[in-house]
C-alpha cells in the first residue's frame, strides 16, 4: 500500500506514524475522524535534511502570437500570493521564500504548512538529475512515451521498451 491507502488502518490504529508526501495532509484533513489529532513531522535528519526537487519550468514560446500576454500571466502566476494560494489548493509547497511565508500566514502554519513550508529551505537537486544525458532522455524519451502511455496508445511493456531505448541513446 501507498499514499491514501494507509489512512484507515492510521484512523483505526493500526499504525502508529505513516510515510508521505506533503499533500498526503489533503486526506489526512478530508478523511480523518471527527476529533482525530495528528501532526506533521519535519524531514528525517540523517547525515543531511537534504531532498530531491523536481524544479519546473515555465517558457513562453518564441514562436508564440502572444508573448506579452504570456510575459504578464507568469508575472502573475509567479507572485508570491498567487503561488502560495496555488500551493494550498493543490497541498504542495512552494520553494519561493516569500511564498512560503505567504502560505504560512494564510493557514496559520495549520494542518502542517508550517512544517512542510520549513521543509522547502532543504530541497536540493536530486543526484538522478545531474546524470550526463538526463534532462535530454527525460525530453525526448521519457515524457512523450509516458504520454504515449497515459493516453492508452502503448503498452507497459513497450513503454520499459522505449524508456530503455532511449536511455541507451543518451545516458551515459
Known sequence: MSGADTLPGFFGGKYAMLPGSVSLRQQMVEQAPAGFQWVTLPPVKGLSTKQAANPQTLSISADSKHQKEAAQFLEFFLNPANMAALAKGDWLVPTGKQANQELVKATGGKQG??????????????????ANGYPEWKTKYATPALQQYFANKITLDQLGTQLVDGGKQVLR
Open 113 to 130: 504548512w508550517d512544517v512542510a513550508a520549513d521543509s522547502a529551505a532543504d530541497l536540493t537537486v536530486a543526484p538522478f538529475q545531474m
